[in-house]
């Protein structure tokens, strides 16, 4: 009888070890924690059926065997460096970052469509790429020096159409692939090689032609200044000669008239001797050189004969 009592109590103990080791095997596999960065729907793998709301970070209970399909809470950033073709047909090099997050609201749609956090993340990423490629279709090669910020501000609003779809918030009829877009930065841009020494030789030519300008409006106020100076030169000269001009006319003019004034008195006085002494021409030939012997006691002239020295017999 002590045997069977005590059969009977191992048996108790053995079910009820079981039995606790049951209810703590079901009470571990029907907790799962979600961290405090991250949003999780919950999934039972028995029944294959899905939540229809995401929770927040902790621990929580449900069906023995479920699972939580994880999704980051805060922003994701993804990095893109690629090649793109710009509007005129170049290839242009490029390096984009840019953030995503994953709206509570939309974390059940996008399981349904693409099923966990990796195969999303993918398909965001190839919409991002997607987005900035047709960005860099709309531009210019000649755009990408110039109107960089412009271009950043179209890839963000690109990203935004291919992430959050046209329709906005409206589920039912959500175009996009389920992602917030929330900034984006256009990190470096790299033209070909070929297009930038193009640049570089035009700006080298335009530098040169602008060196030439210079030069030649150097040369051109330096000829002109010496120009002033050969005309103020000439100036002087002219006015100095027109001074020398005008002094030589005046003495010429006071001497001529002071050769006519003593030649008329000559003129005058020969008449007055004419009348005077009723001479003829001879005679007024003869007073004019005892007039010019008186003047000149030592004037000495050779005259051939027979030619008169004097004509003083003849007065």
């Known amino acids: 009888m002590n045997i069977i009592r005590r059969n009977l109590k191992s048996v108790g103990l053995a079910l009820g070890l079981c ?24 999934y039972d793998k028995l029944a294959k059926q899905l939540d229809d709301a995401a929770k927040m970070g902790g621990l929580h209970t449900g069906p023995p065997g479920f699972k939580f399909i994880k999704f980051p809470s805060t922003q994701i950033t993804a990095e893109i460096a690629d090649t793109c073709v710009s509007k005129d047909g170049i290839r ?28 999303w993340s993918t398909i965001v990423e190839a919409a991002g790429n997607s987005a900035i490629q047709h960005s860099c279709s709309a531009f210019n090669v000649t755009n990408f020096q110039s109107l960089r910020n412009l271009i950043q501000i179209d890839m963000f609003e690109e990203l935004k159409k291919k992430l959050e779809g046209t329709n906005g918030t409206n589920v039912e009829i959500h175009n996009g692939v389920y992602a917030r877009a929330v900034s984006l930065q256009l990190k470096n841009l ?17 530098e040169d032609i602008t060196l030439a300008k210079n030069q030649r409006n150097q040369e051109l106020t330096k000829a002109n200044t010496e120009l002033f100076a050969v005309q103020a030169e000439t100036k002087k000269i002219l006015d100095n ?13 006071l001497t001529a008239a002071q050769t006519m004034f003593t030649f008329a008195e000559e003129t005058e006085t020969i008449q007055q001797a004419k009348e005077a002494f009723n001479l003829d021409t001879n005679g007024v030939l003869s007073y004019m050189a005892n007039q010019l012997y008186a003047e000149a006691p030592t004037l000495r002239a050779s005259i051939r004969e027979p030619a008169k020295v004097s004509r003083r017999d003849e007065l």
């Open 190 to 206: 790299m033209l070909p090689t070929e297009y930038t020494d193009a640049v570089s030789d035009k700006q080298s030519v335009k």
């Open 92 to 119: 242009v090099g490029f390096e984009v970052s840019y953030q995503y997050l994953m709206p509570e609201q939309w974390i059940v749609d996008a399981i349904h469509k693409y099923r966990d956090y990796s195969k």
């Open 241 to 253: 000669a027109l001074n020398d001009v005008n002094v030589t006319l005046t003495a010429a003019d």
């Open 19 to 42: 039995m606790t080791t049951v209810a703590i095997t079901l009470l571990a596999v029907s907790l799962k924690k979600i961290s405090s960065t991250e949003l999780g729907v919950e």
